[in-house]
């Protein structure tokens, strides 16, 4: 995999402003923890290694356990996610799949139930930031940093 361009370096002004939005959100108080659910499941769905070796790692400083991370793709049917995760994870797929989805009115139930307007709002900008972030890094090929060390 070869890298297309560094977007930092070609338009900065574009990332730091991606950055602030990206702060601002992280700030926002949503939990820690379900945010890097959120960056994690959207980043599985566009198959970005970049920003899935970010947020697992992030998640896992945490505390996060492996089996969590490791069953996140098949959450539905796994009991290790709380009603709270389980609204935003679906309201994650449902709008990173948009044009497949529609954001389903069930979905949204879900995700009324656990979350209020504020948080709602704020769940909704870090699904928008994730989605930008994994077309930043796929389409410009970002590769996430690599270590040597192999389990035995």
């Given amino acids: 995999m070869t890298p ?25 108080g ?12 959207a980043s599985q769905i566009n198959g970005c ?21 490791h069953l996140l793709a098949a959450w539905r049917e796994s009991p290790l996610y709380s009603d709270r995760e389980r609204a935003a994870l679906g ?3 449902a709008l990173t799949r948009l044009a497949d989805t529609h954001a389903p009115d069930a979905d949204y139930q879900a995700l ?5 307007e504020k948080e709602q709002v704020v769940l909704t900008m870090m699904i928008v930031t994730i989605n930008g ?10 590769i ?5 060390a192999r389990a035995a």
């Fill in 112 to 116: 009324k139930a656990q979350f209020t």
């Fill in 133 to 142: 972030w994994n077309r930043l890094a796929v389409g410009f090929r970002a």
């Fill in 91 to 93: 309201w994650t797929e």
């Fill in 30 to 41: 949503v939990e820690r923890s379900l945010y890097e659910l959120v960056k994690t499941r």
């Fill in 49 to 69: 290694a970049f920003c899935l070796h970010m947020h697992t790692n992030d998640a896992r400083r945490l505390g996060e356990t492996e089996d969590r991370l």
């Fill in 144 to 148: 996430h940093p690599v270590t040597v």
């Fill in 4 to 28: 297309r361009l560094n977007p930092q370096a070609a338009a900065p002004e574009m990332i730091r402003a991606m950055l602030a939005l990206e702060n601002a959100v992280a700030e926002a």
